[in-house]
């Protein structure tokens, strides 16, 4: 594997400054436009059907394969894009008062989100769309959008937005399908931002794939009760698209699981049927939603806009289709559940790669801040994108907070561990379990690494801000003599790589990298190698893995004497 290390090492020097200096160093555009298309209840897996998305987004970008939600419920999720901040944090944990809803999000962050911090900054904001949950009983328009198209209920059709204000009704013609209304709104919103010559930041939310009424369907398919809905024209695409059937679909043995998972019986083959019947409609609304993407990208371009936009896509959180016998829904500490779509393509961004580090819903504010130069309000518990995005071969090493209202857990590059309130424990290995079958919570030989899980659970439990982004405590050290050539100083070869630190000890490989080449890796200390001589700048990296499962990329650039 090679790793652009000279590379990342420049990268973390200009991004250390603030946007939109940082922009201009880097050769972005220092006032760029910034749309997100979020979807809600999208699984990974069904990206497949989404072939703009990946061809005009993905190809023309970076793709984060590991990119995960903090808590997988929809409102929760969408604050935490709105602050910056996990769950534990911003304090809005469900979909209704008393815990959650739009009501508690105002009570506490009205006045200080990315919407606002973003309108300070001179941007005109848009929401088109799904807001969050409880907006139906308020319908204002919250501080800091310049253009407000909000939702009102979860219906494709026979529904209210509220268009800046104003109450309009849609009614159940094939036109207002509310995928393809959306899309019409966003459009109109794209276009007189480009007349009003202002940079503008666009949220659009469209409620597809999620389960949404009405029941019957007053237009094509008429098989989607129940089940997401699909624009007309789409209905009965996917008719015979088979089931996925991962080795965690309606899982055989689930003694190891916590009791609510225990309790569940096999799904029966009538069940079985049934959640193909929703699988294929959820595919089926997602077509609407690719097509509306690829209209917004043709009115960029159209524009000449497309070239300084940001695009992200991503969801509010993924969703179950019969894994571990849960026949649906999400909040569960559970690949299927937590992990998310999310790619971005943009000024200076890679075209067609993938990102190596993982990526958790809290980093989207950091990264739109940074790349607007807004001031935000808040300390943000996640990180910005952009390093990731610039270098796809960087690691940070921290560990992701996953949460719900019953239990918490960290997810590493390797280990997802959980502690349930009920005292209950899962812990699987997603190298050697990636269908996480086998819960070793209590297996002696994950003894060591359970303990330092739990550590660091401990800490992402607490943390806040900076805090929740603390890495491993080593660092590279660049042995060499000092010399003088031609005048200038250099490093006498050889130049010894080791890795030092007080988090050494938790260390269980390291691999060694020359101007991107892998010269090699230890697996025992001491974690020291000599590097083959060189001659001028000369890139020296590591990468470490962590018995606790978190990888650490390190890059640093010294003048070889040659």
Known sequence: MALAVSAAAGAAGVLSRPLPQAAEAAGL????????IETDDQTVESMKVMKTVEERIGDRGVTFPFSFVNFSKCCPSRATFLTGQYAQNHRVLGNVPPLGGFAKFERLHAHNNLAVWLRSAGYRTALIGKYLNGYLSHPVVPPGWSEWDGGLGGSVYDYEINENGKIVHYGTEPGDFKQDVLTGRALRFIGGSAAAQKPFFLWLTYSAPHTNPPDPNPQPPSDCDEAAKPAPRDADAFDTEPLPAPPSFNEADVSDKPRAVRRLPLLSDSEVADVTRKYRCALESLLSVDDGVNRILNRLKQQGDLADTYVIYTSDNGFLNGEHRLPEGKVKPYEESIRVPLLIRGPGIPRGKTAHDLAINADLAPTITQLTGAT???????????????RPRMESGRGLSIEAGDFHGIRTERYVYVDYNSGARELYDLRRDPHQLENVASDPAYGEVRSKLAHQLHNVESCQGPGCRARPRVTLQLGHR??????????????????????VGGVVKTEYFLAGRLLGDDSRPPFVRVMPPSHGPTAVGIRVSMLDGRRMTINRTIRACG
């Open 482 to 503: 000092s010399a003088r050539r031609s005048g200038r100083r250099c490093a006498s070869n050889p130049i010894r790589a080791s890795v030092t630190g007080a988090g």
């Open 29 to 36: 555009q220092p006032r760029p436009n910034v749309v997100v």
């Open 376 to 390: 935000p309000g808040l300390a943000m518990d996640g990180q910005s994108l952009l390093p990731a995005a610039l």
